[in-house]
């Protein structure tokens, strides 16, 4: 049975600071849930912190990627 999300959400937002570098598969081990979820459990948690989840353009643009290439991967 899987845990719910708001549970979840909890254990994430009381991790240590040294917890935070962990892989997410360890996290994962830990609490018995997908990966992908734990990473949709940190987003979340991330955005009620009012910390940003996405890249901007204009980080794109210093890492040199031309912003007509129609990619994001770097040249």
Avoid: C, N
């Avoid at 609490?31 to 979820?37: A, D």
């Amino acid at each position: 049975m899987r845990m719910p999300f708001e549970k979840l959400m909890e254990h994430v937002a009381a991790l240590d600071a040294e917890d935070w570098q962990l892989p997410m598969g360890e996290l994962a081990a830990r609490w018995g849930e997908p990966v992908p979820r734990i990473m949709d459990a940190v987003d979340a948690v991330r955005v009620l912190r009012g910390e940003r989840t996405y890249i901007s353009v204009a980080q794109l643009g210093s890492r040199d990627v031309p912003l007509d290439s129609g990619t994001l991967d770097p040249p």
